[in-house]
């Protein structure tokens, strides 16, 4: 069960853009449509921004996006503000009936 | 409004055992697999069991197997994690999820220290 692998972190300006990377396998990302990404404030409850490798639930800004390549989901934010430094989180479910979660990327607003 | 409260962390000696509590509401919980995530400090989240709606099927990371039991009573929409045998790199923040192969839902966590 080995965490997929994410930057550690990724900066960006207000306004610009970032793409962060969650790569695997073929037994977990590239083999379901079940990427999901999560955004986490230190001491609050993670917060789902992606299901489904594309799908924004109700309420997320449309400035948050996902797409997936082969073993390699991603997550881009457009439009950066302040609000959104905080630690980015990728999942897949895999092979094993089991889901697994990426390292976590740390996301700074310049 | 979903709502997921944990409750039963605290400081526990290497060996010990606690049971972890989660209160749902705002959802029909029956329906719904759920799962415990964890975060160390310092550290990313881990998945760390779910279970099924009734209860039938069950899956573990396999740092916790022979340890920790997850279980639910759908008539309190309640979930469980009876943690055993505890070690240091248990310590954590403990969360309960809805698992619909994404977790929509989280609680606010709940902290398990393992230390003497």
């Known amino acids: 069960q080995s965490a997929l692998t994410q930057p550690a972190s990724v900066s960006g300006s207000p306004g610009q853009s970032i793409t962060i990377s969650c790569t695997g396998t073929s037994s977990d990302v590239g083999g379901y449509n079940y990427v999901s990404w999560y955004q986490h404030h230190p001491g609050k409850a993670p917060k789902l921004m992606i299901s489904e490798v594309t799908n924004r639930p109700s309420g997320i800004s449309n400035r948050f996006s996902g797409s997936k390549s082969g073993n390699t989901a991603y997550l881009t934010i457009s439009g950066l503000q302040a609000e959104d430094e905080a630690d980015y989180y990728c999942s897949s479910y895999t092979s094993r009936n089991t889901p697994v979660f990426g390292g976590g990327t740390k996301l700074t607003v310049l | 409004e979903v709502k997921l409260v944990e409750s039963g962390g605290g400081l526990v000696q290497p060996g010990g055992s606690l049971r972890l509590s989660c209160a749902a509401s705002g959802f029909s919980f029956s329906s719904y697999w759920m799962s415990w995530v964890r975060q160390a400090p310092g550290k990313g989240l881990e998945w760390v069991a779910n279970i099924k709606q009734d209860g039938s099927e069950k899956y573990y990371v396999d740092s916790v197997k022979g340890r920790f039991t997850i279980s639910r009573d759908n008539a309190r929409n309640s979930l469980y994690l009876q943690m055993n045998s505890l070690r240091a790199d248990d310590t954590a923040v403990y969360y309960c999820?809805?698992?619909?192969?994404?977790?929509?839902?989280w609680g606010q966590g709940t902290l398990v220290t393992v230390s003497s």
């Open positions: 999820a809805r698992d619909r192969s994404w977790y929509s839902d």
